[in-house]
Antibody
């Protein structure tokens, strides 16, 4: 079955960097767009970024544009989120999610269990 | 950006009754190639990731009980849960995938009386 497992979360100081990973299995990773979505503690869902199946098309929420970079390694079936210049408002559980399309323009299913990022001094 | 506004923010409904959650879009989200609305519904239970329920506004995902139904058109959409069960207690989100940035509604918390 499809499985998405995030890792790399933790506590980091403001201004520092962190890289999240999402290991995928159970499907042909290289055929689907992939997303990162975050959820601040006790809050709703916020879409963060998407990458197309080949990694050549990417898009970001304005709140992270210029600071975060989404990428993928299809040979390793792994999705990444490089987060630089972290702010306290980036504190959230970060989910990776598979898109139903190659381009990343459809709905998200399934989602990983998430990894918690806490930005605090 | 397309803003999705859900109502109500929370509701409590008795077992066996029907719950209705609305999602209003600030723009039309009709995908012309297939004449379907680019809207999905998700269910999130405490400590769990969101789970897809509905896509194209009214197409139920495989394995989702037929008690869950989606509808609407234009800028107004609805998630209806019939014959409420205890396990339906959760937060429900709508999401548009018509344009970037993809946006979610603020969520509706459903409690079972």
């Amino acid at each position: 079955q499809v499985q998405l497992v995030e890792s790399g979360g933790g506590v980091v100081q403001p201004g520092r960097s962190l890289r999240l990973s999402c290991a995928a299995s159970g499907f042909t990773f290289s055929s689907y767009g992939m997303h990162w979505v975050r959820q601040a503690p006790g809050k709703g869902l916020e879409w963060v970024a998407v990458v197309s199946y080949a990694g050549d098309n990417k898009d970001y929420a304005d709140s992270v544009k210029g600071r975060f970079t989404i990428s993928r390694d299809n040979s390793k079936s792994t999705l990444y989120l490089q987060m630089n210049s972290l702010r306290t408002e980036d504190t959230a559980t970060y989910y990776c999610a598979k898109d139903r399309s190659t381009s990343g323009n459809y709905w998200l299913d399934p989602w990983g269990q998430g990894t918690l990022v806490t930005v605090s001094s | 950006d397309i803003v999705l506004t859900q109502s109500p923010d929370s509701l409590a409904v008795s077992l066996g009754e029907r719950a209705t959650i609305d999602c209003k879009s600030s723009q039309i989200i009709l995908y012309s190639p297939n004449n379907k609305n680019s809207l999905a519904w998700y269910q999130q239970k405490p400590g769990q990731p969101p789970k897809l329920l509905i896509y194209w506004a009214s197409t139920r995902e495989s394995g989702v009980p037929d008690r869950f139904s989606g509808g609407g058109s234009g800028t107004g959409f609805t998630l209806t849960i019939s014959n409420l069960q205890a396990e339906d207690a959760a937060v429900y989100y709508c999401q548009q995938y018509y344009s970037s940035p993809r946006t979610f509604g603020q969520g509706t918390k459903l409690e079972i009386k």
